[in-house]
């Protein structure tokens, strides 16, 4: 596969599978621009994801995401593109770019969330990995739903990010 829709590449998978790693290395390695749907509503909110939960609820975050959605579809090019963990809800992801689904298991994403020495405030930070039952029931719920609007799915245990960038960067022939 050589040919990128809208040369935007977007990244989706859930909460800790390292979207955000990857978008870095990309970006290191191909000179990208790229940009995080996170770090995007978070300074137009000037709110931290976590405190729109508390304050605003997480329906008002989702339409937060739905408007930014609307704006990527219409307005960025050439850019890697990470999404929160659950902002496929806004439907046709495809018309953003090319997406490609990280997929990891429950286990494998802990392991690595716990890799980290800020691994408590990789946790703390997201209002939906605070019951890690709960956590384990939407990852499995939401499978599926990444499964349909991904257009590569790569599997992302045992790789580190700069293997994950290189196995990206060969696969869409990306400048280096
Ligand atoms: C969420 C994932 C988070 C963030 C919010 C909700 C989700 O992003 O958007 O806490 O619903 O899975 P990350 O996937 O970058 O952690």
Known sequence: MSSLKNNNIVLMGFMGVGKGSLARELTKQTGRMAIDSDDLIESMQNMKVSKIFEKEGEAYFRKCEKNLSKWMKKSVENTIISIGGGFHHVGNLQKIGHVIYLESSFNAILDRINSFDNAKSKLKKRPLLQNMAKAKALI?????????????????????????????????????
């Open 140 to 176: 499995n719920e939401r499978h599926p739903a990444y499964i349909e609007q991904a257009d590569t799915v790569i599997q992302t245990a045992g790789k580190t990010s700069s293997e994950l960038a290189e196995e990206i960067i060969n696969m869409f022939k990306l400048n280096k």
